[in-house]
Every structure is written in structure tokens, then in C-alpha cells.
């Protein structure tokens, strides 16, 4: 079974934090870039970021630069995506996704570059 499941998603107050994981079962994972999107109500889904194969490489929205990180942990096929400071602005539902490539060098942001997808986790923020 192929599959990408987000989880850690929920209910929090402004300026907390969430952290956010995305396990990959029956996929490669090592040698791919991963890569977090979000859709709100009524908004187009969205980049939020990514990290290369390698690790070596991330990127980000510009909205959230310097309160999201992203890191993996190959030995664990998990991609994670830290939230601190988080805003009402960040409500969404959060999917993870892999690159359709093979050691890219980078880490990219277009949606049409990846191929797998998860199903999404629900993150609130509240005011």
C-alpha cells in the first residue's frame, strides 16, 4: 500500500506552536524531496515548504520564513514540519507531498513537481 499520512494537526491559540509529521509507507523516500502545501476555505492550495533529498536544501513561503522549519528523518520515512508563532492566517488543512524526481538538487516549490500526495491534517489557529 502506497501512502503519505499527515498527522499532529489540531486546535491552538495564536502564537502557539504545532508540530506536524508525514510518515511514507510503500514509497521511496530517501533520495526524494518532500514538500509541505495547505489549503484554506475558499483559497487555492498553496507551497508552504520543502526540503531536498539530501536535507541540504530547504525553502520557504515567505509568510512563514523564520517561523517554520522543515527536517526529515530517513531512518523513520517522516518528513516534519515545525510551526511556531503561529497565526490565525495559518489555518488550513497541511499535505505533504514527494518530489516526482530522484536526487533533485533542490527543493522545490511548484505543486505540479510532486506526485504523491497524503491526505491532509487540519491545523486551527485561534485568535
Known amino acids: 500500500q502506497v501512502q503519505l499520512v499527515e498527522s499532529g494537526g489540531g486546535l491552538v491559540q495564536a502564537g502557539g506552536s504545532l508540530t506536524l509529521s508525514c510518515e511514507a509507507s510503500?514509497?521511496?523516500?530517501?533520495?526524494?524531496?518532500l514538500g509541505w502545501f495547505r489549503q484554506a476555505p475558499g483559497k487555492e492550495r498553496e507551497f508552504v515548504a520543502a526540503?531536498?533529498?539530501?536535507?541540504?536544501?530547504?525553502r520557504y513561503k515567505d509568510s512563514v520564513k523564520g517561523r517554520f522549519t522543515i527536517s526529515r528523518d530517513n531512518a523513520k520515512n517522516t518528513v516534519y514540519l515545525r510551526m511556531n508563532s503561529l497565526k490565525a492566517q495559518d489555518t488550513a488543512v497541511y499535505y505533504c507531498?514527494?518530489?516526482?524526481?530522484?536526487?533533485?538538487?533542490?527543493?522545490?516549490?511548484?505543486?505540479?513537481?510532486?506526485?504523491?500526495w497524503g491526505q491532509g491534517t487540519q491545523v486551527t489557529v485561534s485568535s
Open positions: 510503500g514509497l521511496m523516500f530517501r533520495t526524494y524531496a
Open positions: 526540503i531536498s533529498w539530501s536535507g541540504g536544501s530547504t
Open positions: 507531498a514527494r518530489d516526482v524526481d530522484v536526487y533533485r538538487q533542490d527543493a522545490p516549490n511548484t505543486d505540479s513537481l510532486y506526485n504523491y
